[in-house]
């Protein structure tokens, strides 16, 4: 059974940064491809990043494009997100998921998820 576990998170001024981390078992991590979301308490989810099972294809939501950068390491089993010049907007429960895919990541193909980690930017 495949588990997802979020670390990194916390609080942090507005201009700093964090990095998340994702520690992936029980599943052949290097096969897949891995993505991050986020939910703001109360709304919906907003997919945030994807990189694909060998981590050279990368894509990113707008919102985020240009701050952030997905990164893994298929020898450690683990998901990365940095995440720099935080803005206040990018308060949320930030969670890792796993696709069906090596190569496409769209909602309905993430099949295992993370219990989430809190990322509050807050001045």
């Known amino acids: 059974e495949a588990q997802l576990v979020e670390s990194g998170g916390g609080l942090v001024q507005p201009g700093g940064s964090l990095r998340l981390s994702c520690a992936a078992s029980?599943?052949?991590?290097?096969?897949?491809?891995m993505t991050w979301v986020r939910q703001v308490p109360g709304k919906g989810l907003e997919w945030v990043s994807a990189i694909n099972s060998g981590g050279g294809s990368t894509s990113y939501a707008d919102s985020v494009k240009g701050r952030f950068t997905i990164s893994r390491d298929n020898a450690k089993n683990t998901l990365y997100l940095q995440m720099n010049s935080l803005k206040l907007e990018d308060t949320a429960v930030y969670y890792c998921?796993?696709?069906?895919?090596?190569?496409?990541?769209?909602?309905?193909?993430?099949?295992?998820w993370g219990q989430g980690t809190l990322v509050t930017v807050s001045s």
């Open positions: 029980g599943f052949i991590f290097s096969a897949y491809a």
């Open positions: 998921a796993k696709s069906l895919y090596d190569s496409q990541w769209y909602f309905e193909a993430l099949d295992a």
